[in-house]
């Protein structure tokens, strides 16, 4: 059997390679149409005019209903889990799950508004998927540790810890320098006087999503392990 055909591993494989995909090739068609810098640009540029905008808003879309999928997965997981062990406060699992959901939202949002058209609107979006996002990375990490070793490894268990740390450090020169910021353009110059600011978010942004698509790579072993089932009942 292939590996990626056991238990629901192919949620979190397919989530990871579809996520990845669609910041590098929207970001590789802006290139190529000379729409973006190739060195630094926001995310969000690399979607912000069509062809590559259709792209980008298609493939998050997918990658929505993968993350939709994989993080309701792994709320079963847990309670599953839970039922059996005890060890993961099922308040802690639902609040996980809802501010998973919620990230998915932003994302939604990010891809839905770009940030040429509806700039505040995309904004509102970013700053919902970024902070859920690492909140859901943080409550899986504890989760996790809660549930060692009956769940993840301890090895498992540190690597998402290291992720969410990451993240969570990343996040703050991304918002933080992005204030700074006074060109919305999508080309920039070294010499202009925000450029500094403008390097030192958009590197952090792309860390910080990166770092969700690593963290959702820890949940590969942990899927192996379980399946879903629909159980359909009629009522007379």
């Known amino acids: 059997m292939w590996w990626f055909t056991q238990g629901l591993c192919f949620l979190p494989v397919f989530l990871v390679i579809w996520s990845s995909s669609t910041f590098i090739i929207s970001y ?3 290139l190529f149409r000379n729409d973006v810098d190739i060195i630094f640009p926001y995310i969000s540029d690399t979607g912000a005019n069509p062809p590559e905008s259709c792209v980008f808003g298609l493939m998050t879309f997918i990658s929505a209903c993968a993350g939709i999928a994989t993080i309701y ?4 997981y ?4 839970s039922e059996d062990t005890r060890v993961v406060n099922p308040r802690l699992n639902k609040a996980a799950l809802v501010i998973g959901l919620l990230s998915i939202l932003g994302m939604c949002i990010v891809a839905t508004f770009q940030e040429i058209a509806v700039t505040v609107v995309h904004d509102m979006g970013a700053l919902l998927f970024f902070v859920t996002g690492i909140l859901y990375t943080i409550l899986q990490t504890v989760i996790s540790y809660c549930a060692f070793p009956f769940g993840s490894s301890v090895g498992v ?3 998402r810890f290291v992720v969410a740390i990451i993240a969570s450090l990343a996040f703050f020169p991304t918002f933080i320098c992005a204030f700074f910021v006074t ?5 920039r110059h070294p010499t202009d006087q925000d450029y500094p600011y403008h390097v030192a978010s958009a590197v952090c942004e792309w860390i910080v999503a990166f770092s969700f ?3 959702f790579l820890t949940y590969i072993d942990d899927f192996k392990l379980f399946t879903l089932r629909v ?3 009629c009522e007379e």
Not at 73 to 76: D, E, H, L, S
Not at 78 to 81: D, F, G, N, R, S
């Open 28 to 30: 590789l068609i802006a």
């Open 73 to 76: 997965a792994r709320y079963k």
């Open 78 to 81: 847990v309670e599953k889990l």
């Open 157 to 159: 268990c540190r690597a």
């Open 183 to 187: 060109q919305t353009t999508l080309h």
């Open 213 to 215: 698509i690593c963290f």
């Open 231 to 233: 159980r359909t009942e």
